[in-house]
């Protein structure tokens, strides 16, 4: 099964500040994910990315398949960017086929102050 | 393109009782994952439906049940609740079963057992 470890869990920065946030996973995987989660609970997709980089707006996704790792940078910060950021990786909890769903990490609490 | 729905927002039930949450599908996806979030944690994967069959399952037991109907929308059945069910139940559409295809969150319905 896969493991997925994030950090940092909690971040407080100031507005403007360049944010990363890391992603570390247990099982090579095609494709992860990147989520945010505002208060009150909905989740938005922001990536999903297999190798490479991917880029929207001030929010940036990289990935590095052989060493299992992901970041998610966010430019000049806002107090808007306030969320939970989340990342996921298929599960891989069965071997004969069929959908194992979304292993999530623990999620990035980021507060972005004025 | 209407994107994934879900009903209700929000629901009290006391232990022992059953409940159904209703999922809607985005536009064009034949696939519904169902997530439990319980507080401060990251989404569990219940299980998920690939045109209306079962295609996949986390580890919940077998009083979390599940339908998917010919239009790809979906229910998700609890039985005999327990006060460890409160929790936000969250929907994913994909266009196919897979874990590698991006998935679209729904709001979640805060389920809340007395």
């Known amino acids: 099964k896969n493991e997925v470890e994030q950090s940092p869990q909690n971040l407080t920065a100031q507005e403007g500040e360049f944010i990363t946030i890391n992603c570390s996973y247990s099982?090579?995987?095609?494709?992860l994910h990147w989520l945010q989660q505002h208060p009150g609970g909905g989740i938005v997709s922001l990536f999903m990315?297999?190798?490479g980089k991917k880029k929207h707006g001030r929010l940036i996704a990289t990935i590095n398949i052989q060493e299992k790792h992901s970041s998610l940078h966010i430019t000049a910060s806002h107090p808007r960017d306030s969320a939970v950021y989340i990342c996921?990786?298929?599960?891989?909890?069965?071997?004969?086929?069929?959908?194992?769903?979304?292993?999530f990490g623990k999620g990035t609490h980021l507060i972005i102050q004025p | 393109e209407t994107g994934v729905t879900q009903s209700p927002t929000h629901l009290i039930k006391t232990r022992g009782q059953q409940v159904t949450l209703r999922c809607s599908s985005q536009?064009?996806?034949?696939?519904v994952s169902w997530y439990q979030q319980a507080l401060g944690q990251g989404p569990q994967f219940i299980f998920q439906?690939?045109?209306?069959?079962?295609?996949g399952r986390g580890n919940f037991p077998p009083r979390f049940s599940g339908l998917q109907f010919p239009n790809y929308s979906s229910e998700l059945n609890v039985n005999a609740l327990e006060l460890d069910d409160s929790a936000l139940y969250l929907c994913?559409?994909?266009?196919?079963?897979?874990?590698?295809?991006?998935?679209?969150f729904g709001p979640g319905t805060r389920l809340t057992v007395l």
């Open positions: 994913a559409s994909s266009p196919s079963g897979s874990s590698y295809n991006e998935q679209f």
């Open positions: 099982v090579g995987i095609s494709a």
């Open positions: 996921a990786v298929p599960s891989y909890m069965y071997s004969g086929g069929g959908a194992d769903g979304l292993t």
């Open positions: 536009s064009g996806h034949n696939t």
């Open positions: 990315l297999s190798s």
């Open positions: 439906y690939y045109r209306e069959e079962e295609n």
